[in-house]
């Protein structure tokens, strides 16, 4: 009996099959809220009785986005297409950070062995914050653990404040919070002692400018690459300077709290997973072709970027797109 209905199964893959994809059709409770189970469906109705089924999650890490997140259409297509769960660049990184798998990603890999060379240093550069649609801490902190288990000895954060996914003023906590990982991540290195510092901070309204406002731009680039201007401050101390002259984060005033800015040599990661506010001071810090401002310094550095910013930015990505193979559509 299991032969022949095998058999049949596959004599029926041979006949001509159709993908529907029917947007916004869903299964839920009868009620009256509920505009299909209202209408009159009578094919469906005959499929569903007559025909096998069955139901898909349609959210979350069933359609490979992070736990809790809803779906949508374009990230319905692309599973349904694929026949299989398709996870997204964040789920993938997330994943990654979480089973260690992160330290054994091939071009975060290649960044740190520049970084472990004589006198180099690894940047790391990101918005610092939870809010989760730029960047995550998580990934922040997971970085740092896989550099320093790479070899890495000299770490640089440069942190983009927030203050518009998250509270305005949550900037100082973020910043206690990372001052505390830090201590904890450099006592459990193993081997030479690790020096990882804060070397520069600055809101989001300059680092993360998105319309070719290359006068904010500049300002974050010169904090980040020449160390400059530079303050003999702690990052907690900056930041609480910060609001005492009225400047919440994402305006706060790029500034330098390391006098040893980007070298020739050094590695660099920035950790922002979503493109669009990562682009500018990217191409500011990599393209050699770069117009937006008169760059004093241009350090030839090992770039990388967590996910795409741009085909276009010459420079390697950790978490490149994927593009599955023998897919149904």
Known sequence: MVGKSTAAARDALRLPACLIIMDGFGLDAPGPGNAISLAATPNLDALFEG??????????????L?????????????????GRVVFQELTRINRACRDGELAKNPVLGEAFAAAREEGAAL????????????SSNEHLYALIDAALAAGVRHIMIHCFMDGRDVPPASGAEYMRELVDYIERAASRADGEPAVIEIASVEGRYFAMDRDNRWERVERAWDAVVRA?????????AAMEASYAAGTTDEFVEPVALSERGVRAG??????????????ELTRALVDPDFAGFDRAVFPQVSFVCL???????PAPVAFAKEFPENVLA
Do not use: K
Not at 307 to 313: A, G, H, L, M
């Open 266 to 279: 050094d590695a660099m990661v920035f950790f922002n997973f979503r493109p669009d506010r990562a682009r």
């Open 307 to 313: 996910t795409e910013y741009d085909p276009s930015i």
């Open 228 to 236: 400059e201007p530079f303050r003999d401050l702690s990052a907690v």
């Open 66 to 82: 992070p736990e809790g997140q809803m779906g949508n259409s374009e990230v319905g297509h692309l599973n349904i297409g694929a």
């Open 51 to 64: 025909e096998p089924w069955t139901r898909l999650a349609a959210s979350g890490e069933a359609v490979g």
């Open 123 to 134: 940047h790391l550069l990101g918005l610092l914050s939870d809010g989760g649609v730029h």
